[in-house]
């Protein structure tokens, strides 16, 4: 008996998306339709030319159906719209990207769809929750994701891509920290969608309960990507020593006259900005076990980006620094302007998160500024 193939419509063509998009149509189980809308033009003429050390070189690429709107692909109806955008409400929210699929019209045509959120960040499903809750089509159906993924788009249609990919699906279930059983229903929600992602290649773990695992993925992008953004370098430049073989280049590395400083300030700070974090995380319920948030996850975040990023061949930019360097708004609310107001909510003192914030909004408004000067 031949297995029904998926109708997935995927918003947010950029690395990620496009790597999300090769791999549901390498499933064979699934027909994307993807939105791209600031490379469209480029992609819709050339393809996408992939670099991948997992999924190997290929060239001239295109989903099923390419759309440069959301609009345009509110034609049919869904089994899930994969959300692959950056996730940055103090721009734009999900549900204003997504509005053509939540409108009136839509509606009285077509079902909805179960939401899959492929995002950084904490609480971005709240919004696109509310929204859909006001439609009065049921409980909406949203599967969060903790997303791994060494990933950069080169040029509007060439992307970059290490040899790995994983992803942790949970049901979003609003406002419920403490539910730790999935239902059958949900559980069939998961595997079914899972399933699609493992078949195309893809390392795939269905959880009980997201998120928490939302949480302690946002661990490294607290303390790594928002440092290497406001120094404007690459973690090598807190991790790598110096090529010990003049015929070996790259940049950047630790300058040994001051390594020492690098690793007693530098380091210890980034520890301590991880603790901050545990402190929160114990506020809001999550128990030091290996399925919670373990307090060692603090030493463990701080050696395995150390063991990737003294390697000679580590190139990976975060992408928040991506962004800032591209004069791109970058996603401090979901990252860190979250963390601050739980804390704040909670009582919790978290002052090393709220200096990353600060600056970084700085950082995010003058990009905003730029952007919309860019527009007049």
């Keep these: 008996m031949s297995v029904p193939v998926k109708e997935v419509l995927l918003v947010g063509f950029g ?9 549901l149509e390498r499933s064979g189980l699934a027909r994307v339709t993807a939105v ?3 490379n469209y033009e480029v992609v819709n003429r050339e393809g996408l030319h992939f670099k991948s050390r997992k999924y190997g070189e290929i060239n001239g690429w295109r989903p099923d159906r390419l759309c440069n709107s959301v609009l345009e692909a509110a034609d049919r109806p869904y089994d899930y719209v994969v959300v692959t955008t950056k996730a940055i409400p103090d721009v734009v929210e999900t549900s204003q990207i997504l509005a053509p699929l939540l409108s009136s019209d839509y509606n009285a045509k077509f079902h909805q769809a179960t939401y899959v959120l492929l995002q950084n960040g904490l609480n971005v499903e709240v919004d696109l929750y509310n929204v859909l809750k006001t439609l009065s089509k049921g409980e909406p159906r949203i599967i969060s994701t903790a997303v791994w993924i060494g990933t950069n788009l080169q040029a509007p249609n060439i992307v970059e891509h290490n040899d790995f990919d994983r992803v942790a699906l949970g049901v979003y279930r609003h406002g419920d920290r403490t539910t730790t059983v999935n239902t059958a229903e949900e559980s069939v929600l998961l595997h079914d969608f899972g399933d699609l992602l493992q ?5 795939v773990t269905v959880l009980t309960e997201v998120q928490r695992m939302k949480f302690n993925k946002n661990f490294w992008n607290v303390a790594f990507s928002a440092s290497a953004t406001l120094t404007g370098y690459t973690l090598p430049a807190i991790f790598r020593p110096p090529p010990e073989d003049p015929s070996v280049t790259y940049e950047p590395f630790v300058y040994p006259a001051t390594a020492d400083l690098i690793s007693s300030y530098t380091v210890t700070t980034l520890k301590a900005i991880l603790e901050e974090l545990i402190s929160l995380g114990r ?10 948030l373990p307090s060692s996850l603090v030493q463990s975040t701080i050696e395995n980006t150390r063991k990737l990023h003294v390697k000679a061949d580590s190139t990976h930019v975060p992408s928040m620094l991506l962004d800032a ?16 107001r739980m804390a704040k909510e909670h009582n ?5 998160v709220e200096t990353l914030y600060a600056l970084l909004l700085v950082v995010q408004n003058q990009i905003l500024r730029k952007t919309e000067s860019g527009k007049r």
């Design 348 to 352: 919790v003192d978290v002052p090393r």
């Design 15 to 23: 690395a990620v998306g496009a790597i999300y998009s090769l791999i």
């Design 325 to 340: 360097r591209k004069g791109q708004p970058i996603e401090v609310e979901v990252i860190l302007g979250e963390v601050v």
């Design 36 to 38: 791209a809308r600031g």
């Design 199 to 203: 078949a195309g290649g893809s390392t």
């Design 283 to 292: 506020a809001l319920g999550y128990p030091d076990t290996p399925d919670g």
